[in-house]
């Protein structure tokens, strides 16, 4: 029952002025509280934590490893029980800081184009966006909603479906004209196969000949980091590279690219998940406004 006697949001959101303002005196200032008051309402949370928070000195504070994880969590916490209150208000809106991940294609095609519309549409909203192909760990880099292609690992998480894409093999016309269209699967081994690098790519191109599953193995002069710069690579006539249709499709209309193989195509899709936390029913309101928006807004398609 003590426990529960210890206003610890108070506390915390002193704690959270004092590391923001850089010492005691500046937080007493704007707590209305004395310094020394300060002082010891950072001791007992040290002591009920069992850990020191902060170094002291005579010129400045500095945060222990275990004081900046305390830190960086109680900002998020203040933020999302400042959000809670807005959102049982009647006249809540989306605000507060969204951080979001995607894959880089994804990023490229959606969601960097569509930004300003969505902060127009909420502009009490700050976002965080970060591109890479690599999976991060939600939890651990404090991401709100990450965009992932391909089927999703078993989690805790929540996940809602954005669309679904096949891949499709694709060139420019002009390395086309300068090494030939492979009229066979084996017939791309003869060519120069541009692959990426980051841990989850596939290490071959699934296709299918004679009625038979079969991988091509991609052993090209160049890879990517990410999918973008792939599509980057193969629009520059380096050679043959397999991407999402979402990707390709306005170069393919344009005829700056060609697709190749296309019979030969055994039709696999990739499904794309926005995935979030969302464990108990509970959602920040920035994030389902975003998740909708996302669904409203974005059209993959399967072509």
């Known amino acids: 029952m003590a426990r529960l006697e210890v206003n610890r949001s108070g506390e915390l959101e002193v704690f959270v002025r004092v590391i923001e303002l850089g010492g005691f005196s500046a937080a007493a200032r704007a707590c209305g509280m004395t310094p020394s008051a300060i002082s010891k309402l950072i001791s007992r949370m040290e002591q009920r934590l069992g850990t020191r928070l902060v170094n002291r000195s005579t010129r400045q504070l500095q945060l222990t490893p275990e004081g900046c994880v305390f830190y960086e969590r109680g900002v998020r916490l203040l933020a999302d029980?400042?959000?809670?209150?807005r959102c049982a208000s009647a006249h809540a809106a989306p605000r507060g800081r969204l951080r979001v991940n995607a894959n880089v294609p994804f990023g490229h095609r959606f969601l960097l184009p569509l930004a300003p519309?969505?902060?127009?549409?909420?502009?009490?909203?700050?976002?965080?966006?970060?591109?890479?192909?690599?999976?991060?760990?939600?939890?651990?880099?404090?991401?709100?909603?990450?965009v992932r292609a391909g089927p999703l690992k078993s989690s805790n998480l929540m996940a809602r479906k954005l669309g679904e894409t096949r891949m499709v093999i694709?060139?420019?016309?002009?390395?086309?004209?300068?090494?030939?269209?492979?009229?066979?699967?084996?017939?791309?081994?003869?060519?120069?196969r541009l692959g990426t690098s980051y841990a989850r790519a596939q290490s071959g191109w699934p296709l299918r000949h004679g009625g038979e599953d079969i991988v091509v193995p991609v052993?090209?002069?160049?890879?990517?980091?990410d999918g973008e710069a792939l599509h980057r690579l193969v629009l520059a006539g380096l050679g043959l590279a397999r991407l999402a249709a979402f990707q390709v499709r306005e170069d393919i209309a344009a005829g700056r690219l060609l697709p190749v193989l296309e019979d030969a195509n055994p039709g696999d899709i990739e499904e794309v998940h926005a995935v979030f936390v969302g464990q108990g029913g509970y959602l920040p309101l920035r994030v389902r406004a975003f998740l909708d928006f996302l669904a409203e807004r974005v059209d993959i398609g399967v072509r």
Request: proline share 6%; net charge negative.
């Open 117 to 146: 519309e969505f902060l127009q549409r909420h502009p009490e909203v700050t976002l965080d966006i970060v591109l890479t192909d690599e999976v991060i760990d939600i939890l651990e880099q404090r991401t709100d909603v990450a």
């Open 81 to 85: 029980l400042d959000e809670a209150e």
């Open 219 to 225: 052993t090209g002069n160049a890879q990517a980091s």
């Open 170 to 192: 694709v060139a420019t016309p002009g390395y086309l004209a300068r090494h030939g269209t492979p009229a066979t699967p084996e017939a791309l081994l003869s060519h120069n």
